[in-house]
């Protein structure tokens, strides 16, 4: 594939007066210039299947939140230091949605925003500085909170109260209880800060493990791994970045598929379809230390037009059923993928929960070694026949596969058979 002139162009401009820290996914990189339902579309008007975008999980401009943002936007956009009743509706929908002891939510504009929150009210009420993370996982881009995401590689340093713990999965250990190594895993990272006079504060997982390379286990193994943080004083932080918002079909949130119920719970990307909204969801005496000793105010977390762009949402995924849509179509996609796993022997492993799969590539079934250059050429491949989708995992070789919730059979099957040709052109 050549890059067409104009993107070459845009190339420059952008390494010009945008920097050298971006990345642009795919070798040829994508200029999109629309977006709707699950599609996206270039600028020659070549249409793309997203199956990878998880901020639009209602899909690409959705008509009842571009209603609601529009709307908005023309009557009152402004910050929580005003009497506003949008915010409190808002508040208390999106907390009848989580079990009655987290009832209090404050709302930031990013993920990271959140995470970095989620410390803070974490540190407060603990008296603690330990954190807790997975080998390869990613919370977040301020200093704080890329101090604990491993995944960001030698270029950020982990904080010395951050230890790693081996992301819970099977497929490479074998026939071990996933729960019990990674409780005895967090038992052990405890006692390593304990040896260094540090205290835990947290526990922090994404629910799906997604940055470790997807990772939903059976459900119900995190129950071990929050008694021993909290046996230790530390709380347990679920960060539902990605898989909340009925992405993982079983439940509204990853939490709830481990019959948990978090300190804290970390929300962003598809809060607001697309809006920047976040923020962080709280058991009340947890946050309460916290409220005493500090003010909290974002000039953008929780304003009007956000909240409006939220309150859509959640009314969508309610009346169109998205949470059930991403349980059926999740597992008609999956079932596609595992027949293809039948026929084409890089696929080791494929596993998911709800519309977040991933199909990790291997250069031998028995070894289980990773193949990470067959991973990028099945990437790029794909993109070039019109489907969208990347790569996680440590050794970068799963597939990450994390369409919109409202993917339908139509779009999973064209996924399939493009994935299909794909690897058959990559051989
Ligand atoms: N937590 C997780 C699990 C994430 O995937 C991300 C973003 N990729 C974040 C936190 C940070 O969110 P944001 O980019 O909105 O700051």
């Known amino acids: 594939t050549t890059l067409a002139p104009e993107n070459a162009a845009l190339i420059e401009r952008r390494a010009a007066v945008l920097g050298p820290a971006y990345r642009l996914m795919y070798e040829e990189p994508l200029h999109l210039v629309r977006g709707e339902g699950a599609w996206l579309y270039d600028e020659t008007g070549r249409a793309y299947l997203d199956a990878y975008n ?13 209603e609601a943002i529009a709307r908005q936007a023309g009557i009152l956009a402004t910050h929580t230091r005003y009497l506003h009743t949008l915010i409190l509706d808002y508040a208390e929908r999106l907390v009848a949605t989580f079990p009655a002891e987290l009832s209090q ?7 990271s925003e959140a995470n970095d929150l989620a410390l803070r009210i974490a540190k407060a009420r603990t008296g603690g500085t330990g954190i807790i993370v997975t080998e390869n996982a990613y919370h977040g ?10 995944s960001l590689g030698t270029g950020v340093d982990l904080g010395i109260a951050v ?6 999965e099977s497929y490479h250990a074998g026939k071990t209880d996933v729960g019990e190594a990674f409780r005895r895993d967090v038992e052990a990272a405890i006692a ?17 493990f997604t940055s470790d390379g997807v990772l939903p286990g059976p459900a119900g193994f995190l129950a071990g791994a929050v008694a021993a943080i909290r046996a230790a ?8 970045v990605q898989p909340g918002f009925g992405r993982s079909g079983e439940a509204m949130w990853g939490f709830q598929r481990h019959g948990v119920v978090p ?16 923020g962080v969801v ?46 059926e179509t999740g597992r008609h996609l999956l079932d596609g993928i595992a027949g293809l796993a039948e026929r084409h022997e890089v696929i080791g492993d494929v596993r998911g929960a709800g519309l977040f799969i991933g199909a990790e590539f291997v250069t031998d079934r028995g070894t289980r070694a990773p193949d990470r250059a067959r991973t990028a050429r099945v990437v790029n491949a794909m993109r070039d026949r019109g489907v969208l989708i990347s790569i996680s995992g440590r050794n970068h070789n799963v597939l990450k596969i994390r369409p919109p919730l409202v993917f339908s059979r139509e779009n999973a099957d064209l996924f399939v058979s493009v994935l299909d040709d794909a690897l058959v052109a990559t051989a």
């Open 54 to 66: 998880n901020v639009t999980s209602l899909g690409h401009c959705h008509p009842r939140v571009v």
């Open 105 to 111: 939510v404050m709302f930031t504009c990013t993920g």
């Open 141 to 150: 881009v301020t200093e704080a909170v890329a101090a604990f995401s491993p």
């Open 163 to 168: 230890r790693t713990v081996p992301a819970p």
């Open 192 to 208: 390593d800060l304990r040896r260094h006079g540090l205290k835990p504060a947290l526990l922090i997982v994404d629910t799906l």
């Open 233 to 240: 004083g530390g709380l347990f932080v679920a960060d539902e």
């Open 263 to 278: 300190d804290l719970v970390t929300l962003g990307k598809p809060m607001g379809n697309g809006q920047p909204i976040a």
């Open 282 to 327: 709280m058991r009340p005496e947890v946050v309460e230390s916290f409220g005493r000793t500090s003010r909290y105010f974002n000039t953008f977390g929780g304003n009007a037009v956000s909240c409006a762009a939220a309150m859509a949402v959640l009314e969508a995924i309610e009346t169109e059923g998205l949470q059930r849509n991403a349980l």
